[in-house]
């Protein structure tokens, strides 16, 4: 089974902190992806990757970064922290562009005070 | 990132009662994906339609993708209090890249004992 995995379920930090939330895949995907999940916005692109080292920003990039040193991990970073960061961090690594088929981690909830 | 229309957004039912939840859109999409999120967890992959007019089942779940591929719709036969979660669509277009994923709006079921 594709296993995906988040540092932390739960996160509180204060405004102003910088945060890093890192995810961890074993199926050897190229391609990882941060979302963030909001009450009656559905999950909104972040960043996305599709090697190690590249990059793509997603539909809401500002106040993130990225960072994909190895091919299993892959980092989001709020430079930081605001308020309106409070939401649910989603990470996904995906095989094979001809299935389409997203493998989600827990997910990390993040309060920012 | 665009969306996908789902409906109903809520259904609350008593368990052993049927239900559908539609996904729509007006693009065609060469495949279309279902995950089931429970609360404070990661969206989990149920199925993957690919070929229009397309019938799935997964036990008490059943997935069809419409005859032309822009829409698809799950029916759940005596829905159990297990069935509880966020169900989301994700549609895939042709092409490459994250850009080609599209995300539907959700539908959160509550089956209550």
């Known amino acids: 089974d594709v296993k995906v995995t988040q540092s932390s379920r739960y996160l509180v930090k204060r405004t102003g902190e910088k945060v890093f939330l890192e995810c961890v895949q074993d199926?050897?995907?190229?391609?990882m992806f941060w979302y963030r999940q909001d009450p009656g916005l559905g999950l909104r692109l972040i960043y996305f990757?599709?090697?190690?080292?590249?990059?793509e920003k997603g539909d809401i990039p500002e106040g993130y970064s990225v960072s994909r040193e190895k091919k299993e991990r892959f980092s989001l970073i709020l430079e930081s922290a605001s308020t309106n960061q409070t939401s649910m961090y989603l990470c996904?690594?995906?095989?094979?562009?001809?299935?389409?088929?997203?493998?989600f981690g827990p997910g990390t909830r993040l309060t920012v005070t | 990132t665009q969306l996908l229309e789902q409906s109903p957004q809520f259904l609350s039912i008593q368990e052993g009662e049927n239900l559908t939840v539609y996904c729509n859109s007006s693009?065609?999409?060469?495949?279309l994906q279902w995950y089931r999120q429970e609360p404070g967890e990661g969206p989990v992959l149920l199925v993957t339609v690919v070929t229009g007019g397309e019938v799935k089942k997964l036990k008490r779940l059943t997935f069809q993708f419409g005859d032309a591929r822009k829409d698809s719709s799950l029916h759940i036969t005596a829905a159990q209090p297990g069935d509880t979660g966020l169900y989301l669509c994700v549609g895939a277009k042709r092409g490459t890249g994250f850009q080609k994923l599209v995300f539907g709006t959700g539908t959160r079921l509550l089956v209550s004992p």
């Open positions: 199926m050897d995907h190229e391609n």
């Open positions: 990757s599709y090697d190690v080292k590249m990059k």
């Open positions: 693009s065609v999409f060469s495949s």
């Open positions: 996904a690594s995906l095989g094979a562009w001809v299935a389409y088929e997203q493998y």
